[in-house]
């Protein structure tokens, strides 16, 4: 497989099925915003020294190449067949931050995001969480009907799992979590 096929250098690009969209379309934005949420899982993999939080990030980043597989199909195309993002996808979100909230004291303030370099990450990593998903709601607000529901809703739940890992991450630490105190 060659890397360079020279076939987007007029600045259009290919989508999986065969249509070509200008790599500034929202299409291309949206799983582009995806792709770059992968790239930072992958650092925030790298720190992590926690397993189960580990094995949770590799699960995300399988399933965000889904997602990305998804957004890059032609919606023109109906022969082609994208991978599937299940409802159990988010499930298993959604049981790993109770089993994470657990062990967390109740949050009763906002949180600035920091305290350890590695929280900070993570909210990185949430913020373009829910950038992908502004992305990807303005797609289907676009072109409706061209991305399946499930697809906003695990990116929802990605970014509250995200929060909820950056407060594991802190209390696992044993590093402050910085209350936002507005000024009165």
Partial sequence: MKIYTKTGDKGTTMLFGGGRVPKHHVRIESY???DE???YLGLLHALLGDATAQTWLEEVQNRLFTLGAILATDPTKDKVKSP???ESDVELLEKAIDQ???LLPPL???VLPGG?????HCHIARCICRRAERRVTHL???EPDTVPEIVVRYLNRLSDFLFVLSRKISYDLAAPEI???PRK
């Fill in 32 to 34: 582009g915003t995806v």
């Fill in 37 to 39: 949420l992968n790239s």
């Fill in 84 to 86: 599937d993002l299940l």
């Fill in 100 to 102: 994470m909230n657990e």
């Fill in 108 to 110: 009763t303030n906002f």
């Fill in 116 to 120: 350890h370099p590695t929280t900070a």
């Fill in 140 to 142: 289907t607000e676009i």
């Fill in 179 to 181: 209350i936002w105190s």
